[in-house]
């Protein structure tokens, strides 16, 4: 555990009063990039002083000095969240290849599996078709799904009793699809196990409904490497590969926060960026963070400042 962990998850004690106070400030310099110079021009206090504060061997009036950078912290956090701004809902090449192929495997009824680089805006994108098309049934796995957690999800989803045994869960819920061609779309698939990819094939069989598996790129692997074992599965399934963003995408996400982009500016978020949506969004808030707290545009300078802070 590293010293800033020490520090974040440090409670008050007899012995330690201002651990909470010192826990803040650490957070806030975290979320924002300030440097404790910044900081300290700020308060008024000495790096000295708040080195000490932090530390926790300062000898001098700890209060009054802990009660200023608390107070600049409190105005500076309103500061960056009334004019940090976030990228709304943009159309990208990937949500146009993955609403197109939805269309498609509901025309169709297919059993449809779509692999994308991680943070490709997968998950954006699926919530923005089930928000157009609320017959949709949309469920986010995570590592914790088992087949059970699967079946009592899709029950909730189409409004049945999801406290009963697995066959009856499974006949309930084939029941009720049947014959409604609503599709069925798993985010993060690649949670789930050979029994759950089983469970939801036999769904599409039974209740003759699409389904869309998504994950990513890893979900090609996967149902290569099941093809042999698991032939009667995969024979089903037909599978797309997303792209990552194109700079034309990325042109799009950026202007929906800077309108007036300078000159370099898309072309350095795009590089800096690996060409990854979740990272796009990221760098973007870090960059503005770096402009607001130099009191300067953004522009390519700015945005390689601020990808140094940022793990890709």
């Known amino acids: 555990m ?19 106070a010192v ?14 110079a910044e900081l300290c021009r700020k308060t008024g206090i000495s790096t000295a002083v708040l080195s000490a504060l932090l530390k926790g061997n300062y000898t001098g009036n700890v209060a009054d000095n802990l009660k200023k950078v608390l107070a600049v912290i409190e105005q500076e956090t309103e500061r960056f969240r009334s004019m ?18 939805l269309a498609l495997a509901q025309v169709d009824g297919r059993l449809l599996v779509i692999g994308g680089d991680n943070g490709a805006g ?19 796995i995570n590592v914790t799904y088992g087949e059970t957690t ?10 049945i009793d999801g406290h009963a045994r697995k066959d009856m869960l499974f006949k309930g819920i084939v029941e009720v699809l049947h014959g409604t061609d609503r599709m069925i779309i798993v985010d993060e698939a690649d949670y789930l196990k050979v029994k759950g990819l089983d469970i939801l094939r036999s769904i599409y069989d039974h209740a003759e409904v699409p389904v869309v598996l998504v994950g990513s790129l890893d979900m090609k692997g996967k149902v290569m ?20 963003l194109q700079l034309g995408d990325t042109q799009a996400i950026v202007e929906s926060v ?4 300078k000159s370099g500016v898309i072309e350095t978020f795009h590089a ?24 300067c545009e953004i522009d390519s300078a700015v945005i390689k400042k601020a990808a140094e802070n940022m793990i890709i």
């Open 2 to 20: 590293s010293e800033f962990d020490d520090v974040m998850n440090a409670p008050d004690t007899p012995e330690n009063p201002n651990a909470s």
């Open 23 to 36: 826990r803040d400030i650490k957070k806030f310099q975290n979320d924002t990039g300030m440097s404790q």
């Open 84 to 101: 940090l701004k976030k990228p709304s809902y943009v159309e990208t090449t990937v949500s146009k290849t993955i609403d197109h192929n």
């Open 122 to 140: 997968k998950t954006v994108a699926l919530k923005e078709f089930k928000r157009k098309y609320a017959a949709t049934i949309l469920i986010e």
């Open 150 to 159: 699967i079946l009592y999800d899709l029950a909730k989803a189409i409004g």
């Open 225 to 244: 490497k099941m093809r042999t074992e698991y032939k009667y599965l995969t024979s089903r399934m037909d599978y797309i590969e997303l792209d990552n």
């Open 258 to 261: 800077i309108p007036d982009a």
């Open 272 to 295: 800096a960026s690996k060409h990854n949506a979740r990272y796009l969004t990221k760098l973007m808030l870090l960059a503005q963070r770096t402009a607001l707290r130099n009191d």
